[in-house]
């Protein structure tokens, strides 16, 4: 991890870099409260396995998720820019043309996760980026959800923090769907063009209270620039009723779309409340009361309103506790169909089973009933292949048992991974040396030891030596030797020998007999593994003229 790109109530956003595909990515680690919490570990894993499986361009991607010696890390998209928070900061507005465009991307992220059965549950102007080129990209899906303790203060104050963009039936403790985004992006939309959230007040309760029994006022008055008709658009979208407000978040994307087209909207402004409707009625005579007696006025009035006020602002914390910091588990709940594992090995089975939502129960071997059952094959299954479940449930697998002692399989030429996976499956581990090899390709198998075939003890380690290519040997001092033990010396070192046609001088260090007399490449010269050396002999000195003697002291 390079550096702290931004902290949370939840979690530590860091700079890194993914080294395998050379890629910089944002790492989100889980605050120390939240890692100790086992069953917030468990939920946070599915969530954020099912955040991985959404791919949409205006959704930050979720790499990977995992642990390392307790702590808890999720690998995403890094993207560059700025936070919508960090321009709406100190009231700023953004132009209304802009803020339709911006809450249509939204409206195209939250249909894309709509239909893969997850629930934002925090929109809110600090989830959504945009890049330098003003791209849009929300973050955050299915992990905001995750909070099931109230440890500490801090932690809670952190989740009511967002209470300024909360749907109603988020702050009642009810359950949500798809239309509680709607309503967080109304809000959201709502400060682009206003400059201030729906709602406000001296503490997240007062603000979460005004959600539940207030009505927003329209935006354009607190903006002239703001039409009518998106008024309309983002006062249906705040509709207190889940029922009132757009279906799908494809609805509220047509209907901002007709708003920037200048075309009339399908979307029409709420009635006023029902207490409002007095206004309407004729004009009453005028009376005029007597104010009452001092000794008949009722003290007890005031305290009751105040208890009144408590007890609603108390049930309203409550509430928002209940959904935000309970155990959210069924309201939230998504039905999955369990995949078919059976014929599949264990773990390729289990991979499924994650990859679709769901855990891995218990595992029960049975011995294999013939020969055609392969070790490790799950046989069975529960719950069955098709039976709808929710998000989260085990599946038990009854998978062929491992015999006792297995066969070493042929590995020669394959890859490592193969060669690994293969052995996995039998239950053997391997160890990898290399070694050079001028008949197998580099990265290859070359052989194993125990050699294939052989059969050994279940969990036996077996030694893979994998090809590094062609490797260089040292040539051997030939020279002075006969050309047949020149030749073995050679293929004895990974050489090959060559005898040539032509002749050298005689070496005068072995004149007797047919001797190798030079050879090429010299002695002590590194070369390749399989290279020729070539073998010389040498040249018989030629005869002394007819008749000479050897010189003669003669005078």
């Known amino acids: 991890m390079e550096r702290e790109l931004g902290r949370g109530g939840m979690a530590k956003v860091f700079l890194g870099t993914d080294t395998v595909l050379g890629r910089t990515v944002a790492i989100k680690i889980l605050a120390p409260q939240f890692a100790e919490d086992e069953g917030f570990v468990q939920r946070f894993r599915r969530e954020a396995q099912a955040a991985a499986r959404i791919s949409h361009p205006a959704i930050v991607s979720v790499f990977d998720t995992g642990s390392d010696d307790g702590v808890h890390f999720i690998v995403m998209e890094f993207v560059e820019g700025r936070t919508l928070a960090e321009f709406l900061t100190g009231g700023g507005r953004i132009m209304p043309d802009r803020a339709i465009a911006i809450a249509q991307d939204v409206c195209r992220a939250l249909d894309g996760a709509h239909a893969q059965g997850v629930i934002h549950r925090d929109i809110k102007p600090g989830n959504i980026m945009l890049n330098p080129r003003g791209e849009v990209k929300v973050t955050d899906f299915g992990i905001a959800r995750m909070t099931t303790t109230a440890d500490t203060v801090a932690q809670t104050a952190a989740i009511l923090g967002t209470a300024s963009y909360l749907s109603p039936e988020q702050a009642q403790g009810q359950p949500v769907d798809g239309r509680s985004d709607i309503y967080s992006l109304g809000c959201v939309l709502y400060e682009m063009i206003t400059g201030r959230p729906p709602f406000l007040g001296d503490s997240p309760v007062t603000v979460a209270s005004k959600q539940v029994l207030e009505q ?9 620039d703001v039409k009518q008709d998106l008024d309309a658009v983002v006062l ?10 757009y279906r799908s978040a494809e609805e509220m994307r047509a209907d901002l779309e007709r708003v920037a087209r200048g075309l009339p909207v399908e979307a029409t402004p709420l009635l006023a409340p029902a207490t409002t409707q007095a206004f309407d009625q004729p004009a009453q005579p005028t009376q005029v009361l007597q104010p009452p007696e001092p000794e008949r006025r009722s003290p007890w009035i005031p305290v009751a309103v105040t208890l009144i006020l408590i007890g609603i602002l108390g049930a309203v914390l409550w509430f928002l506790a209940a959904t935000l910091l309970g155990d959210d588990d069924q309201a ?7 995949p078919p594992v059976i014929g599949e090995r264990q773990k390729a089975a289990e991979d499924l089973l994650v990859e679709a939502g769901l855990t891995v129960g218990g595992i029960t071997p049975v011995p294999a009933e013939d020969e055609t059952q392969v070790p490790g094959t799950v046989i069975d299954q529960d719950p069955a292949a098709g039976t709808q479940v929710e998000e989260g449930t085990p599946v038990d697998l009854t998978v062929v048992a491992q015999p006792e002692s297995v066969v070493v399989p042929p590995l020669e030429n394959l890859s490592p991974d193969q060669a690994t996976a293969l052995l996995g499956e039998l239950g053997l581990v391997p160890a990898f040396e290399e070694e050079s090899s001028d008949s197998v390709l580099e990265g290859s198998v070359i052989r194993t030891e125990p050699p294939s075939g052989t059969e050994i003890d279940l969990g036996s ?7 590094t290519g062609k490797g260089t040997v040292e040539v051997p001092e030939v020279r002075c030797r006969s050309f047949n033990s020149a030749l073995n010396q050679l293929e004895k070192d990974g050489l090959r020998g060559v005898i040539s046609d032509d002749t050298v001088a005689l070496n005068p260090s072995c004149p007797l007999g047919r001797k190798v007399a030079a050879q090429d490449p010299a002695p002590g010269t590194d070369a390749e593994f399989g290279a020729i050396v070539t073998l010389f002999a040498g040249a018989e000195a030629p005869p002394s003229p007819t008749g000479a003697t050897g010189p003669t002291g003669t005078s």
């Open 216 to 224: 927003p006022v329209a935006p354009s008055t607190l903006n002239g």
């Open 236 to 245: 249906r979208a705040l509709a207190k009723n889940p029922a009132n407000r």
């Open 332 to 338: 939230t709940s998504v039905l999955i169909e369990v």
């Open 461 to 467: 380690t077996v030694t893979v030596f994998v090809s």
